[in-house]
């Protein structure tokens, strides 16, 4: 039923990575949040293009787009969230639906399941009446080649503020994955700190608050810290597109995306943008940044 | 809007505070080879009718500066601006002559870098040898002129120790005002990133200059330095940032902010200096962190509002131009877009928030067109209505109000827009 695909079958990409704006657009945060857009859209290109053109730095065929466009077609424009995930000097995908408030019922875990049914095969099954308000699942490589999707996480909201827990459910289990919040990076830093600071993963002895809260991305709209099974994380959400930049260069991703980045800076001004960085101490002290992200709406 | 309009010539100028040109930067902006001076020359004529700025700050040192310095000068002064200054490198400015002739072309003020009382660290940290004999002379010119001397001196690991006495220097040579810079590189390599002064290094050394411009009665401006660690000085921080005068084609790369460092605090919100504050700079908070225990946000007695993060464009005319954001949905209400608070985009609705002249407010929200669902009108491929009526209005009131704006939407939906998240 699913095609192979790996880079080293790879069929160069009809397609080009850059799709314009248009009137149309709708911007998100990745936690599908609305922002205005910072400048005029107009000859400007869509975030998708950075999905594009991951893709095509990862070596993907033309076959491993597939289940992108399926999602999409299901899901509908804007309304997925995608972050390119930079793990072991490999790119891998994550999407994200969300859907607090069971607005469209197209996009249930289960109706996504049916629709994309023949392009991915999502195992997991998730209950419609668990009150998730997000579920993700991560594609790699083999993934886009065998189209298999054995785990989904689901994620479970707080009652009060901006957070929660997610799980990772396969068919056999389920197991807590990790816990965030959210906050406003200025009025809340406090308890920012605090989050940082509690840490089963980093030695505060040997490691400062400024490696982890960066001077570079705190000017941004939230900061998320996530506490995780073998790491702690923080994610910034709402940077501008230098600081995206800086950001793709200060974690050495692949000179196909930093590239594609610096060149195209002025037609991302428009968009804000979102990452995350996995982070804990090695055991020299040292603080080390095991997985980064990067995400945008498809 | 800044009082300060600079003009960059070429990237050989020293840009203010910093102790390179721009071109001797890792990553140099990449102004235009052949520098075009109409677009200014152009502004100059406009400004002259209506003038926005005070200052214009004219800087470069290479052959464009030799070419157009002083047709730019001569048609500043004429244009409107109060004051005209020059930042270039001594070295050009070491001829009497020379000077006069610069003054003469209506240049009032000329900045000039000073960072060591001795020439060979000055030298070093300028990274060209003579720089300092070269100072000297320009100074002891522009003494002779009336033109003023603006020193700025750059505060750097090497320099902290003798602060006073180059503020003695510069005050003996004529200073009219002198800006100390807290060293903020862009991207520092690593011996640029032992320049860097921790707080506790950098706040008393800097008070007792200070004290010594004071004694002389010479301004003292402070830039770079957290405003909670100088006490009363603090009141001599300045983190106004001029305006840049670009066109598009030339000026890009010197108006992108990612070319010039970058600062922040983590106290900002709880601070009453944080609107004059700009805090740390990166580089600086790379080397010694955020400086927690120093900062002493002062207590604030107004609302803190988070920064605009919104592209700022100034058109060739100097003009700011405001950012679209979702300007299709605005352009959907025609003039009364003037009267709403912007658009909220969510999955399935445009929510324009309104407010009518008794006060009462409501959001007009549109949805795609859906026949089955009740709505009060519809327009090509919207439903309309309105929610969140908060105030005295009665319904007929709100009604004879939002009725010319939703008919306005049902001409200008020309189907061209949709809130179809299939589509
Ligand atoms: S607390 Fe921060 S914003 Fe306030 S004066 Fe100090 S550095 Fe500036």
Redesign the pocket.
């Known amino acids: 039923m699913f095609r192979a695909v790996s880079s080293a079958d790879a069929v160069p990409r009809p397609r080009s990575s850059l799709v314009p704006s248009t009137g149309q657009d709708r911007f998100f945060d990745y936690c599908l949040e609305t922002y205005a857009p910072r400048c005029d859209p107009t000859g400007k290109l869509r975030g998708e293009s950075l999905l594009w053109n991951s893709l095509e730095a990862a070596g993907v065929s033309e076959a491993g787009y597939e289940p992108f466009d399926a999602i999409r077609a299901a899901a509908g424009r804007d309304m997925t969230v995608f972050g390119v995930k930079w793990f072991r000097a490999r790119l891998s995908w994550e999407l994200y639906f969300y859907d607090p408030q069971r607005e469209d019922r197209q996009i249930t875990a289960s109706a996504l399941r049916r629709a994309l049914a023949g392009v991915l095969d999502i195992r997991p099954r998730v209950r419609d009446t668990t009150r998730y308000f997000m579920y993700s699942f991560d594609l790699d490589a083999a993934a886009l080649g065998d189209g298999q999707v054995p785990e989904l996480n689901v994620y479970l909201q707080f009652h009060e503020g901006q957070g929660g827990h997610s799980y990772a459910l396969r068919e056999d289990a389920c197991e807590l994955r990790n816990t965030y919040r959210f906050h406003e990076p200025k009025r809340e830093i406090e308890a920012i700190l605090h989050q940082v600071q509690r840490s089963m993963w980093v030695d505060f002895t040997a490691v400062r608050v400024a490696d982890i809260v960066l001077p570079e991305l705190y000017e941004c709209a939230k900061i998320c810290v996530a506490k995780k099974r073998s790491a702690d994380a923080i994610y910034y959400s709402g940077i501008s597109i230098d600081q995206l930049r800086w950001f793709l260069h200060r974690f050495e991703y692949p000179h196909a995306v930093t590239s594609f980045v610096d060149r195209h800076r002025a037609d991302f001004e428009h968009l804000m943008f979102d990452v995350g960085i996995d982070y804990r101490s090695r055991p020299d002290g040292s603080l080390e940044y095991p997985k980064t992200g990067y995400y945008s709406t498809l | 809007m800044a009082a300060d309009l600079v003009v960059m010539i070429d990237g050989e100028g020293p840009m203010p505070g910093s102790l390179r040109s721009p071109s001797a930067s890792p990553s140099p902006p990449s102004l235009g080879e052949n520098f075009d001076p109409r677009p200014f020359l152009e502004f100059c004529t406009a400004h002259r009718g209506a003038p926005r700025y005070e200052r214009v700050i004219l800087v470069g040192d290479g052959q464009p500066l030799e070419q157009h310095g002083f047709a730019l000068a001569e048609a500043a002064r004429r244009g409107g601006f109060r004051r005209v200054r020059l930042d270039t490198r001594p070295w050009r400015l070491t001829n009497p002559r020379q000077v006069q002739a610069v003054v003469q072309a209506g240049v009032a003020e000329i900045s000039v870098g000073l960072h060591a009382t001795d020439p060979a660290l000055h030298d070093r940290l300028r990274d060209r040898p003579g720089d300092f004999r070269d100072a000297k002379k320009c100074l002891a010119n522009l003494a002779r002129l009336d033109a003023e001397a603006l020193v700025y001196i750059v505060m750097t690991s090497a320099n902290v120790g003798q602060l006073r006495p180059v503020a003695q220097l510069a005050i003996e040579a004529g200073a009219r005002r002198i800006d100390f810079w807290a060293y903020a590189p862009l991207d520092p390599t690593e011996s640029e990133q032992q320049l860097l002064v921790p707080l506790d290094e950098l706040a008393p050394r800097l008070l007792e200059a200070i004290a010594t411009c004071r004694a002389a009665e010479v301004e003292a401006v402070i830039h770079h330095v957290?405003?909670?660690?100088l006490g009363e000085e603090?009141a001599r921080v300045d983190a106004t940032e001029p305006d840049h005068f670009h066109d598009h084609s030339q000026f890009w790369a010197a108006a992108d902010p990612s070319a010039r460092p970058r600062f922040n605090?983590?106290?900002?919100a709880?601070?009453?200096?944080?609107e004059v504050?700009?805090?740390?700079s990166h580089a600086h908070v790379n080397r010694f962190g955020w400086e927690l225990d120093r900062?002493?946000?002062?207590p604030r007695t107004r609302p803190w509002r988070p920064r605009d993060r919104s592209v700022r464009r100034v058109d060739a005319r100097g003009r700011a131009q405001a950012p679209h954001g979702h300007a299709r949905w605005l352009d959907l209400l025609g003039a009364h877009a003037m009267g709403v608070e912007g658009v909220a985009l969510t999955r399935s609705e445009a929510r324009y928030p309104l407010q009518m002249p008794d006060g009462t407010r409501f959001v007009l929200v549109i949805s795609a067109r859906d026949d089955a669902a009740r709505t009060f009108k519809q327009s090509r491929s919207f439903n309309l209505a309105y929610t969140d009526v908060v105030g005295p209005a009665t319904e007929r009131a709100i009604a004879a109000f939002v009725g010319p704006v939703l008919d306005t939407i049902i001409a200008n939906d020309d189907g061209s827009l949709s809130l179809d998240a299939r589509r």
């Open positions: 957290p405003v909670c660690v603090g605090c983590l106290r900002e709880q601070c009453d200096a944080a504050c700009l805090g740390l900062l002493r946000a002062l």
